[in-house]
């Protein structure tokens, strides 16, 4: 029903800057909430950011500790579009970055997944 599609991901230096985006389409893009996830090399796929209803068209944010006042996520409604908003990036946030929605307040359980997108920190 919903298909979510990542771009923005590349190889940058680390201290640099990248915007992930996320576009949706097949629903109602108002009604799920959304975030990032991501997956490292030989590691478990981790939360990176989400998005949570606050009423009709605002939202709280939620990160994970490790991309805490690095990382903004937000949202265009109107244009079905969540982005990831990356700054001071480190190596260690080289990974694959995956879309994740979810038809309901808050992102607890994912029901949908984009093919994800390679972010690459390095000198």
């Known amino acids: 029903q919903v298909q979510l599609v990542e771009s923005g991901g590349g190889l940058v230096q680390p201290g640099g800057s990248l915007r992930l985006s996320c576009a949706a389409s097949?629903?109602?893009?108002?009604?799920?909430?959304m975030g990032w996830f991501r997956q490292a090399p030989g590691k478990e796929r981790e939360f990176v950011a989400a998005?949570?209803?606050?009423?009709?068209?605002?939202?709280?944010?939620d990160y994970a500790d490790s991309v805490k006042g690095r990382f903004t996520i937000y949202r265009d409604d109107f244009k079905s579009t969540m982005y990831l908003q990356m700054n001071r990036l480190k190596p260690e946030d080289t990974a694959v970055y995956y879309c994740a929605a979810e038809a309901a307040l808050a992102l607890v359980r994912p029901e949908y997944w984009g093919q994800g997108t390679q972010v690459t920190v390095s000198s």
């Open positions: 097949g629903g109602t893009f108002s009604d799920y909430a």
């Open positions: 998005t949570r209803k606050k009423s009709r068209n605002s939202y709280y944010a």
